[in-house]
């Protein structure tokens, strides 16, 4: 229990953000639109505590009670109504607008994955004059950034609590577990013995038929 579960967490979280920017910066803007759809979001924030509990060797259920799990449905439900109305905007706007793409990739570091709050942020600023354009841009990419400092939130909580917590979720479940093994092994004992006992009983009756 000694391993970090957060950057485990992590990969899988970030996983859908990184993706979306990397569609943007690739000048794939729609495709990254869509990859922020909160059914994609969520489920790599899913896939994460999956993968988090099974590292730590508990339930998914164990993972989620150390987790803010009604602040996440709420950032992601406020994150999808933004994520919608960009999308809006996008086929509604973009068309008319020439060299919308140029400079986005310089909001990310060689070598880094893309932040899409910064590449959103500054698709935004580059059409800040058409406001009914911009501004679902920009609510997106406010947004985004809060889900991504859920995630932090979420992660940090992991590697700083969850250790000992999950400890002793997995301690709990090996009782059990050791418990139903017990339980078991009690139950073929005791038929075991059932049928040794009615075996000996037989041979006593075929040895006392036998007699002349």
Same mark, same amino acid.
């Given at each position: 229990m000694g391993v970090k579960l957060g950057g485990t967490f992590?990969? @899988?979280?970030?996983g859908p953000l *990184?993706?979306?920017?990397? @569609?943007?910066q690739?000048?794939? /803007?729609?495709?990254?639109?869509?990859?922020?759809a909160?059914?994609?979001?969520l489920g790599g924030f899913q896939r994460g505590i999956e993968q988090a509990a099974k590292l730590a060797g508990v339930r998914k259920e164990d993972v989620e009670r150390l987790l803010p799990m009604d602040d996440v449905r709420a950032?992601?439900?406020?994150l999808g109504d933004s994520q919608t109305e960009a999308v809006v905007a996008w086929d509604v706007y973009a068309g008319r607008i020439g060299g919308l793409l140029e400079g986005v990739a310089e909001v990310?570091? *060689?070598?880094?994955a893309p932040d899409v709050s910064l590449c959103l942020e500054r698709l935004a600023n580059k059409v800040r004059r058409d406001r009914p354009f911009a501004e679902p841009l920009q609510a997106l990419a406010e947004d985004v950034s809060q889900w991504q400092s859920m995630i932090g939130r979420c992660r940090k909580l992991l590697d700083e609590s969850g250790g000992g917590a999950l400890a002793k979720a997995y301690r709990r479940r090996q009782i059990?577990?050791?418990?139903?093994?017990? /339980?078991?092994?009690? /139950?073929?004992v005791a038929a075991l013995s059932v049928i040794v006992r009615v075996q000996t009983a037989r041979k006593r009756v075929d040895a006392l038929l036998a007699r002349p």
């Open positions: 992590l990969i @899988c979280a970030m *990184h993706q979306a920017g990397a @569609c943007i690739a000048s794939r /803007v729609p495709d990254g639109l869509r990859e922020l909160p059914e994609g979001l950032a992601i439900e406020q990310t570091n *060689h070598g880094q059990r577990k050791l418990g139903s093994i017990a /339980v078991s092994a009690l /139950v073929i």
